[in-house]
């Protein structure tokens, strides 16, 4: 079974004529009778009627055919590859929302400086969602935020970033040099980040192990959508220092928190059982010296 007897058995379903089908492939009539019986053959299945050279298909031939047209697909596909003499590898890289903003566009640009022919696929999303899929083994590696609690993972840590607050000039806390408990108490709290985030629980924990429950106005992994709740002045924003630095205003400010323990530990991700391919190599080695570089 092979290429030639795909497109036969396909296009004298169109026709539903051995002439025509012939026509359109540039065949004989009788090599076209012999490939469709040989396909037949092949299949173990009778596909058609024949009367004076018209086709009537069985049944089962419109099952065959959905099968056979998801195969020619793939066939163009592969020539559509084969001509383009690209020879580029992807690799989909998974990441804790808005790590961009930290690393920047410079850290993709520089990268594929390096390795051409490595095509990046970035994408961001929560820390529990890319543990599940780097788990399942749908993607190598990522870097998320810690504790990583899963015995299937490999983490290596990266950096450390502090939590801060943000909030609008008109609020009744901008004057503040730190953000205490005081405000943890009575505040609005605008979170950037939420439960499905490794940091979450640690961090609120953290209050309530000082007998405070942070009121949260509401959670968003979306900064711009924390922004705009700080600006009409209806919540403290509480965010990691990069996000903070990002998107803040003239009509804002950023105010540390006074407990310096409120941070986010950073980490590079990968599983136990499956070795990283050449190309998660690569961009762990690159990421690393980067970081060291860049970040500190």
Not at 143 to 161: A, D
């Amino acid at each position: 079974m092979n290429k030639r007897h795909f497109e036969c058995f396909a296009t004298a379903m169109n026709t539903l004529s051995v002439k025509r089908t012939a026509e359109q492939l540039h065949m004989t009539s009788q090599a076209v009778s012999k490939t469709i019986i040989e396909f037949e053959k092949e299949l173990g299945e009778k596909l058609f009627e024949r009367a004076h050279g018209r086709l009537i298909p069985e049944k089962k031939a419109y099952y065959v055919l959905r099968h056979v047209e998801k195969i020619l697909s793939e066939y163009e596909l592969l020539g559509n590859i084969s001509k383009t003499g690209s020879r580029k590898k992807q690799l989909f890289f998974i990441t804790t929302f808005e790590i961009l903003l930290l690393l920047r566009s410079d850290f993709i640009i520089e990268f594929q400086k390096k390795y051409p022919d490595i095509v990046i696929t970035l994408i961001e999303t929560s820390d529990k969602d890319a543990m599940r899929r780097i788990e399942a083994g749908e993607i190598e590696a990522g870097i998320l935020t810690g504790p990583v609690q899963s015995s299937g993972l490999e983490k290596k840590y990266l950096f450390r970033r502090k939590f801060c607050c943000v909030v609008s000039k008109s609020s009744k806390y901008a004057h503040l040099k730190y953000v205490d408990d005081t405000v943890a108490r009575e505040a609005n709290i605008a979170l950037c980040g939420g439960k499905e985030f490794n940091v979450y629980e640690p961090d609120i924990s953290r209050y309530i192990n000082r007998g405070i429950t942070p009121n949260i106005f509401i959670e968003s992994t979306s900064s711009s959508a924390i922004n705009e709740i700080i600006r009409k002045n209806l919540a403290v924003g509480v965010m990691l220092d990069y996000i903070a630095e990002d998107i803040i205003s003239d009509d804002e400010v950023i105010i540390p928190l006074e407990d310096e323990q409120q941070c986010a530990d950073f980490y590079f991700v990968y599983s136990k059982e499956t070795p990283l391919s050449e190309e998660a190599s690569l961009l762990k080695e690159f990421l690393f010296d980067w970081i060291q570089q860049r970040i500190g």
